[in-house]
């Protein structure tokens, strides 16, 4: 009769521990697994979302003064400039919270667009090199430079952001698609978009 009573014991005990195991295990892959799906998220770091053209015309002119000021020397230069900028989003800026227990990742911050990469083109017109003022390698760097600087600052009055604003939902329906494909998913309830201060999206019921 005590042999009896010490196999049910023992089966209990080892049925108890298997389960503590097994729900133990089932908790670690859970938080292990949201750890990769934030990251995973987090790896596309960079995501366009809007892209536009620009053609420009920029006009150089450069004047040296040389004996006391009473010879000027003058060089001046058209420059075409083709440029491709490409505007979204650094998903590595997101800031993302998961719950285990519900197998849910919170989004409480979500970047604002900016100018991700600048492709330009510059070709030269009207280059004229003044007597003592030529143009030399480091003045065609300078202004290769400067064409891209002109193109950012043109592209506040673009419209680009704020169309790159408008595509801000998208992408986070993306992420949650991402993660649904998973058995998450993605509570955005609190966020307020970069679309406007007061704006709140809802989170699908």
């Known amino acids: 009769m005590e042999l009896f009573l010490g196999i049910i014991f023992g089966v209990i005990i080892s049925y108890w521990g298997m389960s503590f195991f097994n729900k133990k295990k089932g908790v670690q892959q859970t938080e292990r697994q949201s750890v990769v799906l934030i990251e995973k998220i987090k790896s596309v770091c960079k995501l366009i979302s809007v892209e536009g053209d620009f053609a420009e015309i920029y006009h150089y002119e450069n004047t040296k003064n040389r004996f006391l000021n009473l ?33 849910e990742i919170i989004l409480t911050h ?33 202004l290769n430079k400067e064409a891209k600087t002109f193109i950012i600052d043109k592209i506040p009055e673009s419209g680009l952001i704020e169309a790159a604003k408008k595509e801000a939902l998208d992408t986070i329906l993306m992420i949650e698609q991402l993660l649904e494909t998973s058995g998450w998913r993605l509570n955005y309830s609190q966020l307020v978009l970069p679309t406007s201060k007061d704006k709140q999206i809802k989170d699908k019921e």
Do not use: C, R, W
Request: hydrophobic share 35%.
């Open 71 to 103: 010879i000027t020397s003058k060089k001046k230069a058209i420059l075409l400039i083709n440029a491709k900028a490409h505007i979204g989003y650094d998903l590595s800026q997101i800031q993302l919270e998961s719950d285990t227990n519900k197998k």
């Open 110 to 142: 979500f970047p604002e667009p900016k100018v991700l990469t600048i492709e330009t083109e510059v070709k030269y017109y009207d280059k004229v090199d003044g007597f003592f003022n030529k143009f030399d390698a480091s003045d065609l760097t300078g």
